[in-house]
Each structure stands twice: as structure tokens, then as C-alpha cells.
């Protein structure tokens, strides 16, 4: 990490050309990944991220630098690319910096980059040996240990000097199942905000049998019908739905420029009552947890919508300025390589008054998605798709023979009225978010819903 | 630390350790990029980046390790690690570091110039002005961006191979918002340039990204049912971008590829031909070396629907007793060698847009799909799409309609084109690859609408 005059001579040379804020953000990461495929571990590979973002604000006008060379003489040279790219160099803020540390509410125990080798080669193992224990069908079974020690410091000119130290631990298992005439996949990504203790509670055996079990179950699904039907979503990685459906719409990167269908509906109503929705980058060890955001400002837990009323968007320090309202410590960014912006943490639709079982018994003809896939959005038009990983068809009120290939899609604004039932067996399930600022790890989730109707595509 | 003094600081470490076999690939780049909302620049960014990756042999098994951070301390780390990793490995290594020898193409993708920084702000406010004057439904919200990234590649190994290269893309992209009939729509518009080419691909820019988020105002729903298809190359070449893992040889010997013992097998419709040529007319960036050093050339991976060979590396062509075709690829410098195509395309047939149009009666032209990462599927070929895009009557594109999907299998629908438009459709490259196809025309396709 970088040292507090240096922070503040690169925040001041940042401020040389009129900028009216500037912020550094240096980071030193340990990425690790274990392969296993074909019954051994194929590759190991690790790598060491490290570089420096400098950013200055005047107005909404934003420049952004970022460099892997962290010598003196790169950072200043980065500093004043930023100054240089915003206008002519003059006297710089001066900056006085105040360290300031956040609580750690995300302990690891088990610290993955300084943990034995073989021990996490036996992790990745394990978890493929049982997906081949499930099933003599199973004919493959690929796994992956990916593991992340992320430390970033941050400063700006507001004084603020702050570090955080983040650990994540991921295993995926994709197993592919045979019936000696076709092959069908499944997998099991199951990840946290800990270290490798993660998997004393999700244990490798049990990634290795979900990813089975889907990839079994699929030999003998049939092709899902097409057309419009009700629709009830299963709990955790369920929550993609309002994740696409909602929750990008909801970020400032898309709101504070006018291009979102939420623009303008605060206190209005948006949903079914029955829906309540939150983002809390607070919960401790979860997968899209940080102690404090990109920007140095402590996660919070922000009610979105309460009761199907629009409260809250999430809000970086650029939406902030644009939006006139108050940032939610929602700011992100994949590295240095990219210039943060708002972002979901850990979003989730919150139980509600349905029995589960009252919610497949309503169903007279529809599907019942059990298992999601990821999907996708356009925050503008709110329209989306996610796709279906196990589904089945639900006639009267029974869940019947097992579907594959279905694909949901729809609007945002329409399917949130729809949403009529909000079932009670809350979870999560992780992905890793794609948008402007990388990739970043998100939790979405939810109880069992029902959605009145939605186009599935299927054959 | 310049490249010569990490190489150095290298090389003494892995001799201290006893390191004979090993492989130095070491990226750098520089991007810089003016972006403007609503005819204002509103940012501008600009990243100095890079990073080596040490692969050695140790005991007959291949370690990795890789970094950002240039200092001698970490060279010596960086051995101790890949050490380590090649330790817990348990794959034996079958072919070792590539040892040199053949010869290599002449480049013939033209030299990067960067567009230096001014001239993107310039090019990109010339472009956020021309979207908005395109047409007065032009919204806030519409964006311009310039972008100029350049990188270099070296590689260096112990059996004396010692490789660079130079390439990068300057290109400008324009997302037109637009509002008509109480409806907000978007499209984009994405095209390499030149200084010298900047007034003309701005207006092209900007008339295409404004025309297309205006025709999509008033979408319409179409009926679920069987139709058939045109995809758009644009639209084609992206299916093609997932389900090209499945020519990899790397995925047949992992059995995760539905094309396992089809070679010399008829897997596509007689009109289908499928190449992978490194320097393709018209690339910007294009590699005569592999990322394991080899020499890369042109290959027909499919011939009149005949596979003829999958895409393979060193290691995958030794395993299946066949040639390397110089496909070993990184998803990033840091990753694992691994195969990737170079620049994958169906190559174009013989029909003009209007005839294949003709041909599709009553059917949908597909200019959109959305959620390729989720709803395709490499290992079966299914796939269940987003899509959006323009009913086809009388040989004309005809109201927009949106919110369906279309639905089938990749492998099935290579065997059933029935025909391929005549002009590529080639993508920007990601990465080292890119992908392309012309527009092609599928039969009885399943659409789930209204």
C-alpha cells in the first residue's frame, strides 16, 4: 500500500487542472485457481494484481487513470495524465489525510492464499469424486477452486484514508451425465465473503452431488413447451429474476443518466404488495458482502422497495452528484483497471405471507423453475431474459414431468405487478455481475414466488 | 522494471532453483478513451497495463504463476510459486515447452497507430453531436465513446524462441437513445477507424446506431409457433462465439464437446464451410505465433459441412495423434493454456440479402439476442434466446416485433441451413479472437411470443 504523503501528493497534482475532488485507489490482490478435470488436478495457476486507479471529478465530468506501474515516478505520472486530461495544470488541493479503519465484519479463518496446496487440491476432489459417486451415468466431472485475498487502500481529497482487506472462496463442479446416446450438464457454484471454512458448511461433497443431480435430471427432461403460462421460481439463485428484472434498473449508472425505466418513481407504487426488496452489502460473509465500497464508504442495508413501493435507488459518488441524493455504498469495481460505479451487493426479494406449497398448488397449467441460470437485461426498456437450469411442468396443482431448455423472459415494470405470491424460504445463490466496472460478485436471492404469467421459450 | 531487467531477474531465479524448461509471456498495453452524455464529455480514462506469466517444467509437470507486479522481489517469488503449483499438480506434462524451428507467416495486419488523446475527445464529441442531429427523437441518455487500445506480446523460453508483436484497435462506438409514441428504445453502433477515416464512420455510426433504436419504436408481438429464420451475421456470429468451444479438441478429450468422434463427418448443411484464419482480411489485430510460440496459419475446420479437424494445442494434438493447428490461446496472460480459434467464420455463400429474404416468407429476420451467456449451452448445442427483430413478407423486412424467444439446438441448425447470405458479418476482436458469419437462413425454428 501506497504511503499517506505520497497519497497526498498524487491527490493534490490530480487536483492541478480544477478538479473539485479526486480520490486514489491502489490495490494488491491474490487471485488463485485449482482445475481438476478427467479425475486430477490439471492446472494450478495464481497471480498477483497489483496497480493504482487515480480519479477527478468537476461536476458529473469524471477522469480516470489507472497503471500497473506503482513507482513514484508512474504514479505522478499518472496523476497528472488525470489533471492533464481535464484541463490546464495549476496549484493543486491541498490534502490532508485522516486514516480511518472500518470494522472487518467478514473475518476469514482459514486464509485460502497461505493455506496448503494439497489441501485445496483435496477440496476440488473431493467434490468431483462425489458428483461421479452420484451416478454411473456421470461421465465427467470438471471442477474449480477459485480464491481471491483482495486488499485495496483508498484515499481522497475529503481527507479520507482507509484500507480493507476482502477474502472469497468459490468452488464450481460442472458435471456432464450420459445416456449413451446424448450428454447433459449440470453444475454447482455455490461461493462466500470467507476463507476456506466456507466449505466446512457447504461441503465439497455436496457441490459435487447438486451438479450431478442436475446434470442426471436433465437426461430425462423433455423439451419444455413454449407460450405464456404462470410461473413459480425456487428460492435462492431464483433471485436473478429480480436481479435483471429490477435491480440494474435501480443502479445510478442507469438512472442518475435518465436511461432507466425507474427514473422519476420514487414513492410510487411498482410492484405487487407483496414484494419487498433489498440490497445489504452488510451480511456477514456473503458473497457480495465488503466491509466498505469502492469508494471507501461503509455497505449498508438499503430497502429498495417496501410493500411494492419504490424507496431507494443505489447510489455512487457520480450518481450522487447527478442525482442530488445521498450515496448507499453501493460503489464497485472488478480492479484498478476500471473507474467504480453503483452496483448491487447482496440483493434479494424478502419473504412474504405465501405458504410454498399453497404457490405450486394454485398453478393449473404452468412451470415451476427450480433451478435458474443467469440472464441478462436493458436497463432502459427493462426487458430481460434468465434461463431455466431444472424446470418442471405443473399441472393441477402437482409439479409433473421434468423440462429443459426454457428461457423466461419479459419486462421489468410488468413482471414486478405480477409477482402475486412471495412464499417464505429466503436464500441466496451467487453470480459474478457484469457491467460497466467488471465483473463483480453479487448474491441474489428470494423465497419461492409465483409470477401471474411470463413468456417461456421453449420448443 | 523494464521487460529486459524482469527477464534477467527471471532467469538468474529459476537457475538458482534448477529450472531448465520454462516459458516468459509477458503483455503490455496502453488504452485511452474520451466518452460523451449527451454531447458533453463527461469522461475520459486511460490504463497502463500488463502483466507476465511464468510457466516452468518440474519434474515432469507444468506450473504457473503469474503478475502485475514488476520488481525483483517478485520475480523470485513468482518462481517459487509456480514451483510449487507445478508440485500439486497431478496431469503429467506430455509435451513441454515448444521448442522453435518452423517458420513463421509474414504479418500482414497493418501497424497500430494510437490515436492520441485529443483526437479521440475531438472524434467523440464530432460523434455524440452527430447522433443528435440524426434525428430530432434523439434523447439525453445517448452516449458517444473513442477508444484507442494497443498492446505488445513477447514471448521468451528456454529452447530459445523469442517472439513480439504489436497490434491494437482504435474504434468509436455511438448509443442513440431515442423516444417516439411515449417509448424509449436504444441501439449502438460499434466500427474501427482511422484518423483519416473519422468523418465518414461517424456518420456512419450515427445514422445506423439512430436508424435501429428508431425501428425497434412499436415492436410488436409475434405469435408463438415454427417460423423460418434469418439471422443476421451480426446475430449468427454470436451463437458462433459460444458454441465454437465445442470444435476445441481440448473440450472432445474432456467430453464436453457434442462433436466427439464426428471427424470426417458431415455436421452441417453441404453450403456450410467454416475457416479460422489468424490474419483475415480486414483484422486489426491477428497473431502469426500461438501463445505456446507456434506458427499459426489458416485452417477450413469445416468443408462443405465436413469436420475436418478440431481446433487443437501442442498437448490436445499429441493426445488424439493429429497436428497442432496453432490454436493454444490465454484468456488472459495469467490463464492456463487452453484452445481458442482465431478468427472463426462461416464463410459466406451466394444469396444477396433481398433473395434470402425471398426465401423466408412469412418468417422472422433476428437482429437481436440477448442472453448468450446463460441461455446457450456448449456441451448439448441448445439454446433459448432473447430475441427481437423484423417479420419478413414479399422479400422485405416488415414491423418490428420483440419480446420473443427463439429456441433449438446449434448442431441441429447447422445441418439445417438452408442457405447463407453473400457478405461477412466479422465482430471486433475480443481478445485474440473474433468471430464471423454472414446472414443464414434456418427453417422451422421455435418462437415463443404471444
Not at chain 1, 447510489?315 to 442525482?323: A, I, K, N, P, T
Not at chain 1, 455481475?433 to 401471474?452: A, H, Y
Not at chain 2, 484468456?331 to 467464420?345: K, L, N, T
Request: glycine share 12%; hydrophobic share 35%.
Amino acid at each position: 500500500m501506497l504511503e499517506k504523503r505520497l497519497l497526498e501528493e498524487i491527490l493534490g497534482i490530480a487536483t492541478s487542472s480544477g478538479a473539485d475532488f479526486a480520490e486514489v485507489y491502489c490495490e494488491y490482490t491474490r487471485n488463485g485457481r485449482i482445475h481438476y478435470v478427467n479425475r486430477r488436478v490439471e492446472a494450478i495457476s495464481d497471480e498477483t494484481v497489483s496497480g493504482v486507479g487515480i480519479r477527478a471529478f468537476r461536476g458529473t465530468s469524471t477522469v480516470y487513470a489507472s497503471t500497473a506501474d506503482i513507482s513514484r515516478a508512474g504514479l505522478i505520472r499518472c496523476a497528472r495524465s488525470v489533471a492533464e486530461a481535464m484541463g490546464e495544470c495549476g496549484e493543486g488541493a491541498r490534502v490532508m489525510l485522516t486514516e480511518r479503519i472500518f470494522p472487518n465484519i467478514h473475518p476469514a479463518r482459514i486464509q485460502p492464499s497461505t493455506a496448503d496446496i494439497r489441501f485445496k487440491c483435496d477440496l476440488v476432489r473431493l467434490a468431483c469424486d462425489s458428483a461421479y459417486g452420484y451416478s454411473d451415468k456421470i461421465v465427467q466431472a470438471a471442477g474449480n477452486l477459485i480464491t481471491v485475498d483482495h486488499t485495496i487502500q483508498i484515499a481522497n481529497t475529503e481527507g479520507l484514508l482507509t484500507t480493507d482487506r476482502h477474502i472469497r472462496s468459490r468452488m464450481s463442479v460442472e458435471a456432464i451425465a450420459t445416456n449413451g446416446t446424448e450428454n447433459q450438464s449440470g453444475g454447482c457454484r455455490p461461493g462466500r465473503g470467507m476463507g476456506l471454512e466456507f466449505f466446512e458448511e457447504y461441503t465439497p461433497e455436496m457441490i459435487g452431488r447438486e451438479a450431478a443431480e442436475e446434470a442426471v435430471g436433465n437426461l430425462d427432461a423433455v423439451y419444455c413447451p413454449a407460450g405464456q403460462m404462470p410461473v413459480a421460481i425456487e428460492n435462492g439463485f431464483g433471485g436473478v429474476i429480480f436481479h435483471e428484472a429490477c435491480g440494474h434498473s435501480l443502479e445510478a449508472t442507469s438512472v442518475g443518466t435518465g436511461c432507466s425505466q425507474m427514473c422519476g418513481k420514487l414513492g410510487q407504487v411498482i410492484a405487487n404488495e407483496k414484494v419487498t426488496a433489498i440490497d445489504d452489502g452488510t451480511i456477514p460473509g456473503a458473497w457480495g458482502s465488503v466491509n466498505i465500497d469502492d469508494e471507501g464508504n461503509p455497505t449498508q442495508r438499503n430497502v429498495l422497495i417496501e410493500n411494492g413501493v419504490l424507496k431507494s435507488y443505489m447510489v455512487d459518488r457520480l450518481g450522487s452528484r447527478r442525482m442530488g441524493m445521498p450515496m448507499t455504498g453501493n460503489s464497485r469495481r472488478e480492479s484498478y483497471l476500471y473507474e467504480p460505479t453503483s452496483r448491487m451487493t447482496n440483493t434479494f426479494i424478502d419473504n412474504g405471507p405465501d405458504r410454498n406449497e399453497d404457490i405450486i398448488a394454485s398453478i393449473e397449467y404452468g412451470l415451476y423453475a427450480k433451478s435458474m441460470g443467469g440472464g441478462s437485461v436493458n436497463p432502459l426498456t427493462g426487458a430481460f431474459n434468465f434461463s431455466v437450469n431444472e424446470g418442471y411442468m405443473v399441472r393441477n396443482g402437482k409439479i409433473c414431468e421434468r423440462v429443459r431448455g426454457a428461457a423466461l423472459i419479459g419486462t421489468g415494470s410488468e413482471i414486478l405487478k405480477d409477482i402475486d405470491m412471495v412464499g417464505q424460504n429466503l436464500a441466496t445463490g451467487q453470480g459474478m455481475c457484469g457491467s460497466s466496472s467488471g465483473s463483480v460478485p453479487t448474491d441474489v436471492g428470494q423465497p419461492l414466488i409465483r409470477v401471474s404469467k411470463i413468456t417461456v421459450g421453449g420448443r | 522494471m523494464n521487460f529486459e531487467l524482469i527477464k534477467a531477474a527471471l532467469i538468474k531465479a529459476l537457475a538458482e532453483e534448477g529450472i531448465t524448461e520454462y516459458e516468459i509471456y509477458y503483455t503490455s498495453g496502453s488504452d485511452n478513451s474520451v466518452e460523451t452524455l449527451n454531447k458533453e464529455v463527461c469522461s475520459s480514462s486511460s490504463s497502463v497495463n500488463g502483466g507476465l506469466c511464468l510457466r516452468l517444467l518440474k519434474d515432469g509437470r507444468m506450473g504457473y504463476a503469474s503478475t502485475q507486479l514488476m520488481d525483483e522481489g517478485e520475480m523470485g517469488e513468482l518462481v517459487i510459486r509456480a514451483i510449487e503449483n507445478a508440485g500439486a499438480t497431478e496431469k503429467p506434462d506430455t509435451v513441454g515447452i515448444y521448442e522453435g524451428g518452423e517458420e513463421y507467416e509474414e504479418s500482414r495486419i497493418p501497424e497500430f497507430s494510437p490515436i492520441a488523446t485529443a483526437d479521440l475527445r475531438r472524434a467523440a464529441i464530432e460523434l455524440g453531436g452527430s447522433l443528435f442531429d440524426a434525428d430530432e427523437r434523439v434523447q439525453n441518455g445517448t452516449v458517444s465513446q473513442a477508444i484507442s487500445s494497443g498492446f505488445d506480446i513477447r514471448i521468451v523460453n528456454s529452447h530459445g524462441v523469442d517472439l513480439a508483436m504489436s497490434c491494437g484497435v482504435n474504434a468509436l462506438i455511438g448509443q442513440a437513445v431515442v423516444a417516439d409514441k411515449g417509448e424509449m428504445q436504444e441501439d449502438y453502433s460499434f466500427k474501427e477507424y482511422s484518423v483519416a477515416t473519422e468523418g465518414e464512420v461517424i456518420s456512419e455510426i450515427a445514422g445506423e446506431a439512430v436508424k435501429d433504436a428508431l425501428s425497434k419504436i412499436g415492436a410488436g408481438l409475434v405469435p408463438s409457433g415454427k417460423y423460418s429464420i434469418v439471422f443476421s451475421g451480426k446475430q449468427m456470429r454470436s451463437l458462433m462465439s459460444v458454441f465454437s468451444s465445442a470444435f476445441s479438441a481440448k473440450a472432445v478429450i474432456d467430453g464436453m464437446s457434442p462433436l466427439k468422434n464426428k471427424l470426417g463427418e458431415s455436421i452441417a448443411a453441404p453450403v456450410v464451410t467454416i475457416t479460422d484464419d489468424p490474419q483475415r482480411e480486414g483484422s486489426s489485430v491477428g497473431l502469426t505465433f500461438d501463445a505456446e510460440g507456434v506458427p499459426t496459419h489458416r485452417h477450413e475446420i469445416v468443408t462443405e459441412g465436413v469436420l475436418n479437424t478440431f481446433l487443437h494445442n501442442r498437448e490436445t494434438a499429441k493426445a488424439m495423434g493429429a497436428k497442432t493447428t496453432a490454436n493454444a490461446s490465454k484468456a488472459g496472460y495469467a490463464s492456463p493454456i487452453g484452445v481458442r480459434p482465431h478468427s472463426f467464420c462461416i464463410e459466406p455463400g451466394e444469396k444477396t440479402n433481398e433473395e434470402l429474404l425471398l426465401m423466408a416468407e412469412g418468417g422472422v429476420y433476428v437482429t437481436e439476442m440477448k442472453g448468450l451467456h446463460a441461455g446457450a449451452n456448449p456441451v448439448t448445442g441448445d439454446f433459448s434466446l432473447e430475441a427481437a427483430g423484423f417479420m419478413i413478407r414479399d422479400g422485405k423486412l416488415c414491423e418490428a416485433v420483440k419480446s420473443f424467444t427463439v429456441a433449438g439446438n446449434f448442431f441441429e441448425l447447422l445441418k439445417s441451413v438452408a442457405a447463407l447470405g453473400n457478405k461477412l458479418e466479422r465482430g471486433v476482436q475480443t481478445g485474440f479472437t473474433a468471430f464471423g458469419s454472414p446472414d443464414v437462413l434456418v427453417h422451422e425454428m421455435s418462437i415463443a411470443g404471444k
